[in-house]
Nanobody
Framework: QVQLVESGGGLVQAGGSLRLSCTASGRTSSTYAMGWFRQAPGKEREFVAAVSWTGGTIYYADSVKGRFTISRDNAKNTVYLQMNSLKPEDTAVYYC??????????????????WGQGTQVTVSS
C-alpha cells in the first residue's frame, strides 16, 4: 500500500503561481510512475501531467503545456507540480496518483493504483 498526501493548494490571482507537492509513504521502495490529475465542479477528472519513475519520460496535457512543470525527488518520495501563469480555468481539485510501473508512464487515470485526497486550487480573475 502507498499513501499519498498533497499540499500547496490555495487561492491565487490569474497570472500567479503555485507549487503543489505530493509525498508518498508506505511501500515506497517499489517503482512508481507519478501523475497529477484535476477535477473541476461538474466535470470529469482529467489528466494534467505525469512523470516516470526515472524522470526520463514526462507528459503534459495540452492545456497546461508550457505553464506547468512536473518533477520528482525519489530520495524524498515526493513529486511536485509547479504551476505558473495560472488561469481561472485551472481552478479544480488537484489529485496526485501513483502507478506501479518500472518504466514509462500512463496518461489515463485507469492505470493508477493509488490516489491522494486532493488539494483545492482556485484561480481568481
Amino acid at each position: 500500500q502507498v499513501q499519498l498526501v498533497e499540499s500547496g493548494g490555495g487561492l491565487v490571482q490569474a497570472g500567479g503561481s503555485l507549487r503543489l507537492s505530493c509525498t508518498a509513504s508506505g511501500r515506497t521502495s517499489s517503482t512508481y510512475a507519478m501523475g497529477w490529475f484535476r477535477q473541476a465542479p461538474g466535470k470529469e477528472r482529467e489528466f494534467v501531467a505525469a512523470v516516470s519513475w526515472t524522470g526520463g519520460t514526462i507528459y503534459y496535457a495540452d492545456s497546461v503545456k508550457g505553464r506547468f512543470t512536473i518533477s520528482r525527488d525519489n530520495a524524498k518520495n515526493t513529486v511536485y507540480l509547479q504551476m505558473n501563469s495560472l488561469k481561472p480555468e485551472d481552478t479544480a481539485v488537484y489529485y496526485c496518483a501513483a502507478e506501479y510501473r518500472p518504466a514509462g508512464v500512463s496518461r489515463s487515470r485507469v492505470g493508477y493504483d493509488y490516489w491522494g485526497q486532493g488539494t483545492q486550487v482556485t484561480v481568481s480573475s
